[in-house]
């Protein structure tokens, strides 16, 4: 029953973490975004411009803002960061939101 109730938790908190960071966003999104989860914690990666420093502090606060909201309730944010010239591929285990 524990993990029933874990399994339905997670699936809340993970489903609300990424609505509220999409519409955060608003129009001010990076070239490509993914996400993935694991059992307390949405994993973000995002691709931004070369040198692109405003959308990179924008997406630093963004995360700051979902983590300050969801923190007390064990859930948090994480966010890894590239920029175009790194040629990164996303991640095969993460879910592809922009490409």
């Known amino acids: 029953m524990g993990f ?3 399994v339905t938790a997670q699936k809340h908190f ?3 973490i990424i609505v ?17 989860f694991n059992d307390s914690e949405v994993l973000v990666w995002a691709e931004i411009s070369d040198d692109d ?3 990179e502090r924008f997406l630093i606060l963004t995360e ?11 859930f948090d944010m994480t966010t890894m960061l590239v920029e175009a010239n790194d040629g990164m591929p996303v991640p095969n285990h993460y ?5």
Do not use: T
């Open 4 to 6: 029933l109730h874990k």
């Open 64 to 74: 700051a803002r979902i983590n300050a909201k969801y923190h007390d309730f064990g």
């Open 14 to 16: 993970v489903g609300k």
């Open 95 to 99: 879910q592809i939101f922009i490409d």
């Open 53 to 55: 420093a405003e959308m």
């Open 20 to 36: 509220d960071y999409i519409q955060l966003l608003g129009k001010r999104q990076p070239r490509k975004l993914a996400f993935d």
